[in-house]
């Protein structure tokens, strides 16, 4: 669906190498019993930030949603229902994260430039994001995203 | 499915007024195009705490889950596909709010009883909570939740 990477090498990563800076696929707990199975994510634990806004999701097969990056807001992906195959891209290297589990949250950092592709009939995508919506805070252009990636980040 | 209300009124109250102390229900915005559907709720807007724990339910028709209250927890409750009926009983009045579309979202401030009762074939709800997990945070028996609710509250 997408290049897995730009940078190629001939032997694949280890898992807990990063590929695309900052980007980490989180594991939500389940637990399950006769009444349904419940996923949860919390501060501190695997939710690598503060959440502020929330968004969900409802695609259709096929759909594209995305590209873009963020300035300054980290954002979780889980694909609660269907599939979803989100390319991320740091300016340098990019790869592919197939979300097809709610037990699976995808972490993207700040600068991290993003596509999402949606694979099965119905499909439903949550997404936390550190901070309430700015738009000055989306970049839409893929150049204006590479130039960004080579500026200092802000002291923290 | 729930009695409605143990404080009977001849008139329905006006829907400004909260017959349950506190809980409401809260508009989440739906943007919708060709690439689907997306839903929002932020701090400052329609979500009125700022989330440290997200957990979602996949349950199964006829599913019954809750029966607690929390002595602070904040919660906002979503009901992504299918249908939630959620009691909610402050100690003097009770309600049942039908969740049944992703632009509708439920909040429950602290001390609210609550009782999740699912009626479609599949069901995802959608819970954010304003603390991380705390088994003292969690109320299970009714009797102590009635004493809880006679009790004042700590200063802000």
Do not use: K
């Not at 807990?16 to 594991?27: A, D, L, Q």
């Not at 096929?62 to 300054?72: I, N, Q, V, Y």
């Not at 599939?83 to 979300?99: K, Q």
């Amino acid at each position: 669906m997408f290049s897995s990477s730009r940078a190629e090498s001939p032997l694949p990563a280890p898992p807990h190498v990063e590929r695309v800076c900052g980007v980490r696929c989180v594991s939500l707990p389940r637990f399950s019993d006769s009444r349904g199975a419940l996923f949860v994510g919390e501060v501190g634990a695997n939710l690598p930030f503060t959440p502020r806004r929330f968004f969900f999701i409802d695609a259709p097969a096929e759909a594209t949603r995305g590209s873009h990056a963020h300035r300054e807001a980290h954002q979780m992906l889980v694909c609660l229902q269907g599939c979803c195959a989100v390319l991320a891209d740091d300016g340098v290297n990019s790869a592919e994260y197939v979300l097809t589990s709610p037990d699976q949250g995808l972490y993207l950092p700040p600068r991290t430039w993003s596509v999402q592709h949606y694979g099965a009939p119905h499909n439903l995508l949550l997404v936390l994001a550190s901070d309430v919506y700015d738009p000055a805070d989306y970049v839409n252009d893929y150049e204006e995203f590479l130039r960004l990636t080579r500026q200092p980040r802000r002291a923290g």
